[in-house]
């Protein structure tokens, strides 16, 4: 049996009266991934922040190599040889790659110095990170931003490494890629545990897994003992295949969302979007597919009004505009799920109560002679928090520091009190477990049953399949022909390139 690198014993945590982990035992070895499996609220994130040293146990041990140890910061636990890689990054966007992994070492003050890029050089062939460490990390998509973060862990030589919802924003090649890099780093004989909820995956990388509910292990073993129904009702209590949540007679012949010619520019320079046309109608869910990086972030910021047009014109409602803003927008009935939940979709250091009214304040009930009714807000709240069971402590404590899933919940919360004209949403469900996934694409649905024009972007093609009355697919800023969301290898090959001449 491999060495034991990191023991929680009898681990307990409470948030006044909500207890997020009760009584939990958990190990990882040496050489080992271990995935961490649990319904949001179920306690994932506070355990493996109370191992990363942001929140203090009420009962319990950890011991790291056999000692009993106490963790009480970042800086402590990656002193002890544990570090995490969190879904929201911490990266210094204007620094490049080397920059940002030497921030913080004793190293950064000698980071012009060739033998200290070449460490960080060889760290990264050692993995096959394929990142050019003189890259500003602004200009990095989002995996290998991810890739940045491990190459700082690796950097600080820690023996454990958590990676919280890798894949989540991920396309299917990247996954792959991350993937063999976690079995990289098994065969350094690093501990990685693997917190998701693509049970695929799982089976695919992990070792062991342990299942949380309600802040209690239920299921601890082998992978090799379970299969995915079993982890499945491990996790929630049963198992269904998702089925299309869509119906064509719901699609209405009124036009609600027309784009014309569209060119966007990139980051870099240059055209991202070329000459791109699409129309969505009343009651209409279509879906957007392809790998990271062919232009859906340009294309939403576009639409949006977040980025300008270099050519082209929207049409929105029979309204033309060869230019948008995000007040514009949101006056004319559009709502936005963003990908970045927190820098983008929420105000972090704002309460749950307030993030929820982000789009409502100004107007009646909430706001009456310029005057805001707190106590309407905090009703609104309650009433929002309970249909869509989020799980927090209080409506008074910041959006930030709910799990990545309930903070999700309150933007989709948000954004679905009014009947939105038009929604753009992308990757919706990202880092969300099984039953509140289900619950959000019930109600994107549910949206467009109600005449709700949808436009869904997501890396996951399943999400797409069972959400979507058509697809496209995004091959460098370019927009295939519709598809029918059944066509699995037809999608899957205009994703990869292959097919675009035909």
């Known amino acids: 049996m491999s060495k034991v690198l990191l023991k929680v014993q009898g681990v307990t945590k409470r948030f006044d009266d909500v207890i997020a982990n009760d009584n939990v035992s958990f190990e990882i070895r040496a050489g080992e991934v271990h995935s961490l499996l649990g319904e949001n609220g179920a306690g994932k994130t506070t355990l493996m922040n109370i191992l990363y040293g942001l929140y203090t146990p009420d009962a319990g041990r950890i011991e790291i190599k056999g000692e009993e140890v106490a963790i ?247 309204r033309e505009f060869e230019r948008v803003t995000p007040k514009l927008l949101r006056g004319m009935g559009v709502a936005y799920i963003p990908e970045d939940r927190f820098n983008v979709g929420l105000v972090k250091d704002m309460s749950v109560m307030e993030n929820m009214v982000l789009n409502v304040y100004k107007k009646p009930p909430l706001c009456k002679k310029l005057f805001f009714n707190r106590r309407v807000a905090l009703e609104n709240a309650r009433r929002l928090v309970k249909e869509y069971d989020i799980k927090l402590a209080s409506l008074q404590q910041p959006v930030k520091l709910l799990s990545g899933g309930n903070a999700q919940k309150v933007i989709v919360a948000r954004e679905f009190q009014t009947l939105p004209r038009l929604l753009i949403a992308v990757n919706p469900t990202q880092g969300l477990d099984v039953r509140s996934a289900k619950q959000v694409h019930d109600l994107i649905a549910k949206q467009a049953r109600n005449g709700t024009a949808i436009l869904l972007v997501s890396t996951d093609l399943q999400e797409i399949q069972i959400l979507s009355h058509r697809v496209h697919v995004v091959y460098n800023g370019k927009l295939s022909f519709p598809l029918k969301p059944d066509e699995h290898e037809r999608i899957s090959k205009l994703m990869v390139g292959i097919g675009w001449g035909a």
């Open 72 to 318: 009480d910061s970042p800086a402590t636990a990656i002193a002890y040889g544990v570090g995490m890689v969190q879904q929201h990054f911490a990266l210094v966007p204007s620094f490049n790659v080397a920059e940002n992994v030497l921030l913080g070492t004793k190293d950064w003050f000698r980071r012009k110095e060739s033998r200290v890029l070449q460490r960080v050089e060889e760290i990264a062939r050692r993995l096959d990170l394929r990142i050019d460490i003189e890259s500003p990390v602004w200009q990095l998509a989002v995996g290998q931003q991810q890739l940045v973060e491990i190459l700082k862990l690796l950097y600080r030589d820690v023996d454990v490494i958590i990676l919280d919802e890798p894949t989540s924003t991920l396309s299917p090649s990247e996954t792959d890629r991350l993937l063999q890099i976690m079995k990289s780093m098994k065969s350094q004989e690093k501990g990685v545990v693997f917190v998701t909820h693509k049970l695929d995956e799982v089976k695919r990388v992990a070792d062991r897994v342990t299942v949380l509910r309600r802040g209690r292990v239920v299921l601890s073993g082998a992978v090799s003992r379970y299969d995915i129904h079993e982890l499945a009702e491990a996790m929630v209590g049963g198992y269904e295949p998702e089925k299309r949540l869509v119906d064509e007679s719901w699609v209405s012949q009124k036009e609600v969302l027309k784009v014309v010619n569209l060119d966007v520019p990139s980051d870099m320079g240059g055209i991202k979007v070329q000459d791109l046309n699409l129309c969505i109608r009343a009651g209409e869910v279509v879906g957007l597919a392809g790998v990271e990086g062919n232009g859906q972030k340009e294309l939403v910021e576009a639409l949006m009004g977040l980025r300008p047009f270099l050519k082209g014109k929207i049409v929105l409602s029979d």
